[in-house]
Structures are given as structure tokens and as C-alpha cells.
């Protein structure tokens, strides 16, 4: 985001790319895969009505799982949901919602602790890759980003192969659903993906869809390339630019609210936050650059704080439990934007104790 930020107050001319973008006036009915519905708009009241009736699970319960953005801090849910399975707590969620770099989680967490192990490696690759080159002059000059994401997908195509992709359809057949949210940036709205219906979807590029998706919702505009995703309006094909989810949402609100569940079925909400909520006061030196790292995450911060808000309301109004665990204020930031690997693991290791001892608070 601070990349965003120094790009747009540098005045560069940009070399923008030539694309055949939807025109505004079809924005609205632009569709992937014809005409059964693959995705919906992040803040249309009507998508309860797709989700309304979630079966319950062999335990009678509905239970909820969102997972939010956070970047680096993605370590933390990470860690978490592997200690929640050896807390042996943990349980098969029916809906799991994931954005940012909790979309990269989230499927994984929809399948449940048998894929803990992949989830691990997934980490640990990213840790790897945790100090990527940066090229501020091509952005300057008019590259799309500072860095290339081809680490990402190298990630994203590990949590999602065509075993996990036929699993996550199978599941959503049983009446399960998984959701990823991304941005899309020409509509300058929030995108919310049935990734279950694209698994059934049977279009021969779904797995390369799923990756794009999965890719933008962690493409922090000017950090990594937007994502173009072909789709067909008025028998026209068109190409949508996708970004970070995060950029609308840091956590994926279900518009409409979760519905009411069957009588006498007992519904949770989980919130996993890759994040810290509560403040964290500084010394804020007066210069542009650090001005700009202190205003986009505080930004970012109270939007997730609005987020968690609406989350809590939403959950009381359906009579479902909620409940919510973050990164406390205490825990040290890393002094590197992207994380040293030593950091990573050490946030890793918090999450662990944290899932493990059932960290979790009923208030936000």
C-alpha cells in the first residue's frame, strides 16, 4: 500500500498497458462461465439468498470461518489453525471466507487438519521467499510493480493442485462453501468467488482460474501485478483487473448478513485476524515516506476494525456465537516490511501457542 502511495505522489507519466477493459456500462453483467453463477458482488444485500440455507454439520452445528488479510502476518493464522487441530478443538467449518493472504489459507483450512501439513510447507516456502527484489525504477517508469508475484503462485499452486480443487468441489456438493474475496479495481468493487462452484463448474481453464483468483485477492496494487481475469458480457469477451481484496475489505463480510440457521441448529463464527486491532502508539517522524508508513496501515487498520464490527452485529443478528483471536499490540513488529525468516517463524511459532491454548476473545 505504501508503494501505491509513493507511486501516485511521484507525477511519473505511466506506460500503461493497452487492454480491452469491460466498458462501465456492462460492469454489472460481466460473467465467468456462462450462466451459473461463479461469483457475486461484495456488497449486494442478495447474495444471503446463495448461502442462506448452509447444512449443518454431522456435529449440528453451522460453523464460520474468516480469515483476514495481513500480508507478512499471515504467519500468525497459519500458525494458528495447526495448534487449534492439536488442541483437538477444532472443527469442520461448513463456510470458510478467506481474503488476502488469508485467501492463500483458506482453502486448506476449508478442508480441514489433514491439510495441515501442506499448509506448513506452504509457509515455509514463503519464508523463504520472504526478502524478494524489489524494482522501484521500472514501477517509476511505469511497470505495473515493484516486485514480481511469481513466488505467490508458486505458493498458491502448491494449496491448490487438481486433487484439492475436485476435494473443495466435493464439498461443496455435501452443501458446504468456501469464498475468496478480491477487488475488482475497474468496478472499484468487492468480488466475492464461489471457488466450490468453480470446481464444478467443469470450464477447462478452472484450476488456472482458482489460481488467478487466489492471486489477486493478495495483489497489493503497485506492490504486485493486478490480475487480469477474461470474462464475457453482451457476447463480448472483456478482461477484468483484479487486486487485493483487501483493498475493500480485510475481512470478507458476507453481504446480507449469514441468514437465519434451521431451528434448534447452533451457528459460530470464527474470525482469525492476521493482524494486530489495538493501537499501537509510535513516534511518528516528519518526513513524506514516514508519514505514508504510518498512515496506510492505520488506514488499514480501522477499516479491519469496521470490518470486525459489522462481522460481530451480522453474527448476533443471525443467533450465532461469535468469537475472534488477533495479534496482540505487545507482540514486535517485524523491522522488515517483508519479514525476516526469523520473525516469520517466530509469529508462526505465537500462532501455534495461540490456536493450541484456544486464544480467543468473544468481544472485538
Not at 443467533?319 to 520473525?343: D, L, M, Q
Request: proline fraction near 7%; aromatic fraction near 8%; charge should be neutral.
Amino acid at each position: 500500500m505504501i508503494a501505491v502511495a509513493a507511486l501516485a505522489l511521484s507525477g511519473c507519466v505511466s506506460l500503461a498497458q493497452h487492454r480491452n477493459a469491460v466498458p462501465p456500462a456492462l460492469m454489472q453483467v460481466a460473467s465467468v462461465g456462462g450462466s451459473v453463477p461463479l461469483r457475486y458482488w461484495g456488497d449486494d444485500p442478495d447474495f444471503v439468498s446463495s448461502h442462506r440455507r448452509i447444512r449443518p454439520g454431522s456435529d449440528g452445528r453451522v460453523d464460520y470461518l474468516a480469515l483476514s488479510g495481513g500480508g507478512i502476518n499471515g504467519a500468525y493464522g497459519a500458525g494458528f489453525l495447526v495448534g487449534w487441530t492439536a488442541s483437538r478443538d477444532r472443527p469442520d467449518f461448513e463456510v470458510v471466507t478467506g481474503i488476502s493472504v488469508g485467501a492463500i489459507i483458506a482453502p486448506l483450512a476449508f478442508l480441514g487438519p489433514q491439510y495441515d501439513g501442506r499448509l506448513q510447507q506452504v509457509f515455509s516456502s514463503l519464508t523463504e521467499a520472504s526478502n524478494p527484489a524489489t524494482n522501484i525504477l521500472s514501477a517509476l517508469l511505469g511497470a505495473p510493480s515493484i516486485m514480481s508475484n511469481k513466488p505467490v503462485l508458486a505458493a498458491i499452486r502448491v494449496v491448490v493442485d487438481e486433487p484439492v480443487l475436485d476435494a473443495i468441489g466435493k464439498a461443496h456438493r455435501e452443501g458446504r462453501r468456501l469464498y475468496i474475496g478480491t477487488t475488482d479495481f475497474d468496478a472499484q468493487r468487492p468480488m466475492i468467488w464461489d471457488i466450490g462452484a468453480i470446481a464444478n463448474s467443469g470450464l477447462p481453464n478452472r484450476l488456472e482460474l482458482v489460481h488467478n483468483i487466489l492471486l489477486a485477492s493478495a495483489a497489493v496494487p503497485g506492490v504486485f501485478p493486478p490480475v487480469s481475469i477474461k470474462v464475457t458480457a453482451q457476447g463480448q469477451s472483456f478482461e477484468e483487473l483484479h487486486v487485493d481484496g483487501g483493498l475493500t475489505q480485510q475481512v470478507l463480510v458476507l453481504p446480507g448478513g449469514f441468514g437465519r440457521t434451521a431451528s434448534g441448529t447452533t451457528a459460530r463464527l470464527y474470525v482469525i485476524v492476521n493482524g494486530v486491532t489495538a493501537p499501537t502508539p509510535a513516534a511518528v517522524q516528519i518526513s513524506s515516506m514516514s508519514l505514508l508508513q504510518r498512515a496506510v496501515p492505520t488506514l488499514l487498520k480501522y477499516l479491519g476494525r469496521a470490518n470486525l464490527v459489522e462481522l460481530a452485529n451480522s453474527a448476533r443478528e443471525s443467533g450465532a456465537s461469535y468469537r475472534v483471536t488477533a495479534i496482540p499490540a505487545e507482540f514486535p513488529e517485524s523491522r522488515n516490511v517483508f519479514g525476516s525468516p526469523e520473525w516469520l517463524e517466530a509469529l508462526y511459532g505465537y500462532g501455534y501457542q495461540s490456536g493450541l491454548a484456544g486464544a480467543w476473545q468473544t468481544k472485538n
